[in-house]
């Protein structure tokens, strides 16, 4: 009797804890203002995209599904399709925040996933968006370019931005131009573009300058590059300047090559004296260690030798 008592309060529990859930889940979800116009601090790209991509499907596409195909889990209420227009209505800041707190059936991913990932996350469901431009589709800011090349798409009033940099030598210092076409096709300045410089290393690009500045009125900026930076063997720089905010500006980048930096010495150890080293010779205290150690046996030897003949001249 008692258990089944006890098997009705667990039933009850339960049937009361989801209704609970699913109250709160039919309830609207009130983001604060605050965090609903936060923007998105993580910088565009297709590594950024695909790691996203990889986040999502380990951590929201058991319950949300495949994007665009509305497969999601059949709860109360259905989890949203990243591709609808519903959830693509949100702010970058709405879709994180609810990543980060979670409510009823969503999970509270705030100790789960680093804030870096999550934005991932959402570079990615943003591909999804219907309101792109066709001529943007699939087209992500690379992360990297040849020295001397130029990437550039459509900007937010739908005509093209351009952006090049060049090096100026007596100064050394980078400049960087964005503009636009008019009506009449002349390239106008853009001002006001948050525009940041970096410098191409092997694992990533390291930011040139303290802060991201803007463009001004002529639609130039411009970042002195530090000195005794270590380039290649002839002292070359790689550069690249990108605008930073590409949802509101457009996607362009330029890069270019700079004999700036402090030539890269290469030492060949194999040829130096080192115990590893190819050459003939060898380091210096393995050859003092060798040459007293050799010193040290044969005085001693001499000395059992001196003392032998000692002996036997007493004994005649």
Known sequence: MMKSNSKVLIAIYFLLSATVVMGQATEPWVVPAAKKSVKNPV?????????????????CKSCHGDPGKGNGLP?????????????????DGEMFYKMQNGRGAMPKFAEVIPDNDKWAIIHFVRTFSKKKNSADAGKIMPDTLPAG???TSTSLNGKPITLKLKFNEPDSTLIATVSTLNEDGDLLPVEGVPVGFFLKRYFGSLPVGEEIGRTDKDGRIEVAVPRNLPGDTSGLLH???????????????????????????????TEERTLWGRSRVAPLYIIITFFGALAAVWGTMGYVVSNVLKIAQKDV
Do not use: H
């Open 149 to 151: 090349s130029s990437f």
């Open 43 to 59: 910088a565009v790209s297709t590594s950024v995209i695909e790691k996203g991509k990889s986040l999502y499907m380990a951590n």
């Open 75 to 91: 709860l109360v209420p259905k989890p949203t399709d990243p591709a609808s227009d519903k959830y693509q209505a949100q702010t």
């Open 239 to 269: 550069f690249i300047a990108r605008v930073t905010d590409p949802e509101v500006y457009g996607i362009a980048m330029d890069s270019i090559g700079a004999s700036c930096g402090k030539p890269l010495v290469i030492v060949n150890i």
